[in-house]
């Protein structure tokens, strides 16, 4: 069975302190896809990135990196001097053999931005 | 573009009665996805379509039903509504593999009374 955990309910940091963001993950198929989307105060899912099992390749795009480790099946999310416009609830999911089969969410992370 | 859009925004109902929900995807997307966000938590799978045929299906009773129509929106219908329906219901779509995943809209935010 899949299940992603997001052992961090909530997270309050200052303005332009570096935040890291967990997800650990299960799943017993060597092909899944791991996502992380942004869920603002206004509902919708924003998409982050998508990062498939083959690759452990770490990812930065501008403020934001990810640390992708099968060995501890985790795949943490980083944001560098964050922003109060970084402020919502972050989901990590799991999408197994392919890209496009249901998503199995974590319960999120709230992070508060505070100015 | 437009984004994937979904109606109503919010909507009230009594327990017992029968909602339907909407959503239009993205120009060119065929595959459409529903989830519903219980308050607190993270979205959880209802049904897939692909080119209208049912793809997949979570683990919910009979009452919730889904269908897909010939230019791609779909509805998700909800019979015998119970106070624990109410939830934010999220429509994704998504071509068949991209790597961008899928695309959520806004939501429909039901409460059920």
């Known amino acids: 069975a899949q299940k992603v955990t997001q052992a961090q309910t909530e997270i309050s940091v200052v303005e332009k302190e570096d935040v890291t963001l967990d997800c650990v993950y299960e799943t017993r198929d060597t092909t899944y896809y791991l996502f992380w989307y942004k869920q603002p105060p206004s509902g919708e899912l924003v998409f982050l990135i998508r990062?498939?099992?083959?690759?452990?390749q770490n990812e930065i795009s501008g403020r934001y990196s990810w640390n992708f480790q099968k060995s501890t099946s985790s795949f943490n999310f980083t944001i560098t001097a964050s922003q109060v416009v970084d402020s919502a609830v972050y989901f990590c999911a799991l999408s197994e053999r392919s890209g496009n089969t249901p998503l199995v969410f974590g319960k999120g992370t709230r992070l508060s931005v505070i100015a | 573009d437009a984004g994937v859009t979904q109606s109503p925004t919010h909507l009230i109902k009594t327990r017992g009665q029968h909602v339907t929900l909407r959503c239009s995807p993205i120009s060119g997307h065929k595959s459409v996805s529903w989830y519903q966000q219980v308050l607190g938590q993270g979205p959880q799978f209802i049904f897939q379509y692909y080119e209208k045929e049912e793809r997949g299906r979570g683990n919910f009773p009979d009452r919730f039903s889904a269908r897909q129509f010939p230019n791609y929106s779909s509805e998700l219908n909800v019979n015998a509504l119970l106070l624990g329906d109410s939830a934010l219901y999220l429509c994704?779509?998504?071509?068949?593999?991209?790597?961008?995943?899928?695309?959520f809209g806004s939501g429909t935010r039901l409460t059920v009374v």
């Open positions: 990062r498939n099992s083959f690759d452990e």
């Open positions: 994704a779509s998504s071509l068949i593999d991209s790597i961008y995943g899928y695309t």
